[in-house]
Structure formats: C-alpha cells, structure tokens
C-alpha cells in the first residue's frame, strides 16, 4: 500500500512538473491577446515559412528515407552498422555542431559550397538552407520508425508474394507498404514535428531573417528581445501543433499494435 502510495505521489509531481510550464504559459497569454499576436506580421510570416518548409521537409524524408529504411530492415551488408550509425548521428548531435557541419559542407567555402559558389549558386542562409537543415535533423526520426515498421512485416508474406509471381517493386508496393503505412505515417508526423521545432542548427546554417529563414523557434528568440506577448502567442501555437502531434503519433501506434495483435 505504501509503495503503491509513493508511486502515485511520483506521478503526481512528474505530471505536475511536465504540465505546470505549459499551463503558465497559457495564463500568461490569454486567447484575446494571441489572437491579436496573429495579426503581427513577424507571427504570420514565422508561422508560412515554418509550415511551408516543414511540408518539404516531410515529403522529401520521406521519399528518402523510405527506401533506405527498406534496405536496411531486409539486407545485410557490409559496413551496415556503421551506415546505421551514421543515420542516427544527427538524433544525438548537438544542433549547433549540426549547424556549422552544414555551414562547413554547403557554405560558400565548403566542400561542395565552394564549387557551387562557382556557378553562382548559393545555398547557406537562404530558405533553401533551413530545409537542408530541417532535413538533417529530422530525417532520422522518420528512418528510424520506418525500419521498425518494415521489420515488424513478416517476411513470409513477402517471400509468398514473390513466389506467386510479384516482383519486388510490386510486392513492395502492394504487400509490404500497406502492412507498414501505420508506422511510416508515424514516423513522418515526428518528423514534421522535429521540422517545425528546429532552431540550432538552422540559425547556424540559414541564419535569421524574416520571411526567408526566420522560422517560428527563431522568431520566438527574436521577438523575446523586444516583444513577449509575440513570442508567447507563437510559442502558444508551436504547444497547440506538438499537442496534435503527439495524439495523432499515440492514435497510429495503437493501431500499429492492435493490427499487430490480429
């Protein structure tokens, strides 16, 4: 009884210390006052480029990450611990480092910047250079759950599709794909989420400029310099977007397992 009663004082203090932030947050700024903070065009603009790149970012991990994931669930080959890891790095790489990584790469003195600067083609500190960004960062956490999903396919089915006469694009396509589309849409919706919460390594990479990089983590630290009702009215819609987030990731992966249970 009185471990059962410590337990619950534990979560008790744990929920209090996870939502007490999120509530002041929401008392500090009341709806009228957020709604007026929508109208400011830092607000608007922070909140179009956030989506809009967020968007690319998703649709080109992906695109990306999809068949990478494949071939990482179902082959073996040599160095694939290694590439593994190397896909996992930016999870547990500080943005910063992450930032100035990239500068080093696609800067206009990096290793491919250099010869693109050649052509008059300039990548860093443009909106082009958030998605890079946001694709950097977030890219892992689509892979990651999409490995999982291909993985949690029995290959058997797979294997009996392209006994009967499927190849492997089809069976990919009509087997596999629809088996695992729980977890792939998962595991996009965390990385749209990881894009839209990004500020290291774009503010490294894309800089910060209004309606060009200046995206809504960005102008939340710009805004706290002069205006606070601004930055707490875009900091109230990045809280409203995770909430989302999160119930729509928690809604597919019971589905996940509840498919995996039938």
């Given amino acids: 009884m009185a471990l059962k009663a410590s337990l619950a004082l534990l979560l008790i203090i744990a929920i209090t210390f996870i939502a007490l932030p999120v509530v002041a947050l929401f008392l500090r700024s009341p709806l009228d006052t957020t709604l007026q903070s929508l109208h400011d065009p ?124 499927g190849s492997r694009i089809y069976t990919f396509f009509h087997v596999i794909l629809p088996i695992a589309i729980n977890g792939l849409v998962s595991g996009a919706i965390m990385a749209f989420a990881r894009s839209l919460g990004e500020f290291g390594a774009t503010i490294m990479f894309a800089g910060n400029f209004q309606g060009r990089t200046q995206t809504m983590p960005l102008a939340i630290y710009t805004a706290m310099q002069g205006d606070l009702d601004v930055s707490l009215c875009i900091a109230i819609i990045l809280v409203a977007i995770s909430f989302v987030v999160i119930f729509l990731v928690k809604t597919l992966t019971r589905r996940v397992y509840k498919n995996a249970g039938n």
């Fill in 42 to 165: 830092v607000v608007m603009d922070a909140l179009r480029l956030s989506l809009m790149t967020s968007t690319l970012t998703t649709i080109t991990v992906v695109l990306m990450g999809t068949p990478i994931a494949y071939v990482s669930a179902r082959f073996r080959y040599f160095g694939k611990e290694l590439a593994d890891s190397l896909i996992d790095l930016p999870v547990i790489m500080p943005p910063a480092v992450a930032g100035i990584a990239l500068l080093m790469a696609f800067g206009r003195m990096g290793i491919v910047g250099h010869y693109l600067d050649a052509f008059g083609i300039s990548i860093a500190f443009t909106t082009l250079a958030v998605i890079i960004a946001q694709v950097f960062v977030s890219s892992p956490f689509y892979i990651r759950q999409a490995r999982t999903s291909f993985e949690d396919v029995d290959i058997a089915l797979e294997n009996a599709a392209r006994t009967l006469g």
